[in-house]
T-cell receptor, first 111, second 117 residues
Framework: QQPVQSPQAVILREGEDAVINCSSS?????VHWYRQKHGEAPVFLMI?????EQKGHEKISASFNEKKQQSSLYLTASQLSYSGTYFC????????????FGKGTKLTVNP | GAVVSQHPSRVICKSGTSVKIECRSL??????MFWYRQFPKQSLMLMAT?????????EQGVEKDKFLINHASLTLSTLTVTSAHPEDSSFYIC?????????????FGQGTRLTVV
């Protein structure tokens, strides 16, 4: 039931772009994206709901392919502050609101 | 915005003792809250779903007698790690979603770093 994230790690130079993918074998109701820095709690980035609604930060964009149960997070013009581990959390249909998280993608942005 | 508060942030306890962790939703009500455990450099692993006024739902492989969960009100859930052992040392974190808002995001507490010595 755990979603699969790829890649496991990405290293960028400041200003470069990155895409992080998340896929599930289950029919999804929503996909949530979070960024976590070492020793801290995850911070909400984006939620994508079945049916097309999205909520999140202005500078973050993402997509959700409901048929393929896949989501992608797009990080453009990366900044040093984007460094951290990105997790997707998936909520399956009829899953009582619980989120199951992927193993994470570690993003490092260098000057 | 909505905030989830978790306490304590750090605790060190002796092997064999019990530790209670509190999770509060500060400005919204949550009929369910979720408890996760995270080992270093690993993912957030869902342990259980805390249900207000009823028994918690545990994920496969999680010992319900060891990790006691109580959800006595719409804003408070507690996790008690009983008879803690060094292998229980981990980062425990709770989350909650506003049950009134459709498609609400999950807010996380600050997390509790438990060290059992």
């Amino acid at each position: 039931q755990q979603p699969v994230q790829s890649p496991q790690a990405v290293i960028l130079r400041e200003g470069e772009d990155a895409v992080i993918n998340c896929s599930s074998s289950k029919a999804l109701y929503s996909v949530h994206w979070y960024r976590q820095k070492h020793g801290e709690a995850p911070v909400f980035l984006m939620i994508l709901l079945k049916g097309g609604e999205q909520k999140g930060h202005e500078k973050i964009s993402a997509s959700f392919n409901e048929k393929k149960q896949q989501s992608s997070l797009y990080l453009t013009a990366s900044q040093l502050s984007y460094s951290g581990t990105y997790f997707c959390g998936t909520e399956i249909e009829g899953g009582s609101e619980k989120l199951v998280f992927g193993k994470g993608t570690k993003l490092t942005v260098n000057p | 915005g909505a905030v989830v508060s978790q306490h304590p942030s750090r605790v060190i306890c002796k092997s064999g003792t019990s530790v209670k962790i509190e999770c509060r939703s500060l400005d919204f009500q949550a009929t369910t809250m979720f408890w996760y455990r995270q080992f270093p450099k690993q993912s957030l692993m869902l342990m259980a779903t805390s249900n207000e006024g009823s028994k918690a739902t545990y994920e496969q492989g999680v010992e319900k007698d060891k990790f006691l969960i109580n959800h006595a009100s719409l804003t408070l859930s507690t996790l008690t790690v009983t008879s803690a052992h060094p292998e229980d040392s981990s980062f425990y974190i709770c989350s909650a979603r506003d049950h009134i808002i459709w498609g609400a995001e999950a807010f996380f507490g600050q997390g509790t770093r438990l060290t059992v010595v």
